[in-house]
Each structure stands twice: as C-alpha cells, then as structure tokens.
Nanobody, 119 residues
Framework: QVQLVESGGGLVQAGGSLTLSCAAS????????MGWFRQAPGKEREFVTT????????NYADSVKGRFTVSRDNTKNMVYLQMNSLKPEDTAVYYC????????????WGQGTQVTVSS
C-alpha cells in the first residue's frame, strides 16, 4: 500500500514558476514508477510526466516539454514537479500517482493540489 500526498499548489501569474511535491508512505517507494497527471475543469484527466523507479528515465507530455521537470528522491520518498514558464492553460488539479515498476497501471493516487495560473 502506498499513500501519496501532494503539496505546493497555488496561484501564480503567467510566466511564473511553482514546484509541486508528492510525499509517499511505505518502505518500497523505489519499487514504483511515479507520474504526474492533471485535470482542468470540464476536461479529462491528462498525463503530464512520468519518472521511472530509479529516476533514470523520464517522459513528458508535449504540452509541458521544456517547461516542466520531474525528479525524485528515493531516500526521502519524494517526487517533485518543477513547473516553469507557466501558462493559463496549465491551470488544473495536479495529481501524483504510483505504478508498480513492472506494472501496467497507476494503482495509487494522491488527493491532488490546485494550480491556478492567472493571465
């Protein structure tokens, strides 16, 4: 069982930056690939980025590539999402999620943190 708690959301002006954090419980954090997803009002949840269990591999949605950076610290059971050059269209609730490293689905989700980018 993994419990995930996101933090760091807030209100920022367009062009600004925010760093989201996701704290994970459990002693097997490094068994999980971690992902960030987001859901804007009236829209489907969408993939933002993922980082492998070791941190060696990352992938990004085209919409955030070059602006967002995902990282993790397996010694602290933490995942981070550094978001730069934020745009109003980045406004959404951001969720972190955990996928077993040899699995095919994200099994654990946090409660989400709101990010609002004003124009």
């Amino acid at each position: 069982q993994v419990q995930l708690v996101e933090s760091g959301g807030g209100l920022v002006q367009a062009g600004g930056s925010l760093t989201l954090s996701c704290a994970a419980s459990g002693r097997t954090f490094n068994w999980y690939n971690m992902g960030w997803f987001r859901q804007a009002p009236g829209k489907e949840r969408e993939f933002v980025t993922t980082i492998s269990s070791s941190g060696a591999t990352t992938n990004y949605a085209d919409s955030v590539k070059g602006r967002f950076t995902v990282s993790r610290d397996n010694t602290k059971n933490m995942v981070y999402l550094q978001m730069n050059s934020l745009k109003p269209e980045d406004t959404a609730v951001y969720y972190c999620a955990a996928e077993p490293r040899f699995g095919t689905a994200y099994e654990y989700w946090g409660q989400g943190t709101q990010v609002t980018v004003s124009s």
